[in-house]
């Protein structure tokens, strides 16, 4: 389905959010690089010395750290690993505003085998994205980043400022997943929805993990599920329910609605808030369902916790969870409606 996604929209942004979206995490160093590479080449560079992108990767992850896990917890770090030096230098690395040396000196160290060989792949690394968005020239002693047309385009696009923030919404998914306690949870038993702050939560509710519209729309394409156009970020964005959530209040009630619960998030889409305000209390349209079936395919090829919460709804309901059930999940419901 990874291919799907991408024959969709078959385009270097694509192959982006593939990479930040559906690659494997055993720790967090994809997003710390792809934070670093938006930064460089949206500064309109073409390429960087590996000490500068060192620098704004080593940052990220130390800003992270403060907050979260890197590595599920229980991981076996030895003195030398990169996550760390980084704890051990992340209090004199805040305080100056840029990495220590022996912070700056373990990342170009440890990148250029670790990372950056990884970046491009999916899934256990036998697969790649279609689009390269760096290449590593230079000698051993002085390694440039050069940053390729592919990179600069992403970077430079209308939906740039929308991939960072999927980046960072994705970024707090897995470091919230590797987080003891709350990270098992999610695991387990996948996400809830606060409706008060339209935050993703554990559902204990015990930590607030990221914005319900920012963990969804990259597998959207950026884009509204109501019109297929791009959200840009001076619009205002809505979180649509699909199936109208008065489904269940014109049943009577919660109990007297015998389909799935409409309040989670495979019902729940990005859309431009003026799409969603004429959308009102209607029913999905068949094109509407189509895109929503896609898009819940695609988080099915994402790590947990959003994948074991889709699969926890397909359960539910009598299916396997497995790709290609989303079609006739969603007959299903629509045959509730009728």
């Excluded at 030096?85 to 992340?90: D, L």
């Excluded at 695991?187 to 993703?200: F, I, N, R, S």
């Excluded at 389909?259 to 209607?282: M, Q, Y």
């Amino acid at each position: 389905m990874t291919v799907e996604f991408y024959r969709v929209e078959p385009s270097p942004r694509t192959s982006w959010r593939l990479a930040v979206l559906m690659g494997a995490n055993s720790r967090t160093y994809k997003f710390a690089l792809g934070s670093a590479l938006l930064a460089c080449a949206a500064q309109d560079r073409t390429e960087v010395t590996l000490d500068e992108l060192a620098v704004l990767y080593a940052m990220g992850l130390v800003v992270h750290l403060a907050e979260a896990p890197q590595a599920p917890s229980g991981s076996p770090l030895g003195d030398s690993d990169f996550l760390t030096v980084a704890r051990q230098e992340a209090e004199a690395s805040t305080k100056s505003g840029r990495p220590t040396e022996r912070l700056l000196h373990a990342a170009v160290r440890s990148m250029p085998g670790m990372v950056m060989q990884k970046f491009h792949n999916l899934g256990g690394g036998s697969t790649e994205v279609a689009h390269r968005f760096y290449k590593l020239a230079g000698s051993p002693r002085k390694r440039i980043v050069r940053l390729t047309p592919d990179l600069c385009q992403v970077a430079r696009s209308e939906q740039a400022a929308g991939l960072r923030t999927e980046l960072g919404a994705r970024w707090n998914i897995v470091e919230s997943s590797f987080a003891a306690g709350v990270g098992r949870s999610l695991v387990a038993e996948g996400v809830a929805v606060d409706w008060a702050t339209l935050k993703l939560t554990d559902k204990h509710r015990r930590r607030s993990v990221t914005g319900v519209a920012d963990a969804l729309i990259g597998f959207q394409h950026g884009r509204c599920l109501s019109c297929s156009a791009p959200i840009t970020p001076e619009e205002r964005t809505a979180v649509d329910h699909v199936f109208p959530h008065s489904l269940m209040r014109r049943f009577g009630n919660v109990s007297g609605w015998h389909g799935p619960d409409l309040d989670v998030i495979w019902n729940l889409a990005p859309a431009h808030e003026t799409c969603n305000t004429a959308k009102s209390d209607r029913l999905p349209t068949p094109d509407e369902l189509h895109r929503l079936a896609q898009r819940n395919e695609a988080i099915l090829q994402s790590p947990h916790p959003l994948k074991k919460t889709l699969q926890l709804t397909l359960g539910s309901a009598g299916y396997s969870g497995g790709p290609g059930q989303w079609p006739y999940f969603l007959r299903q419901v629509q045959a509730v409606c009728d």
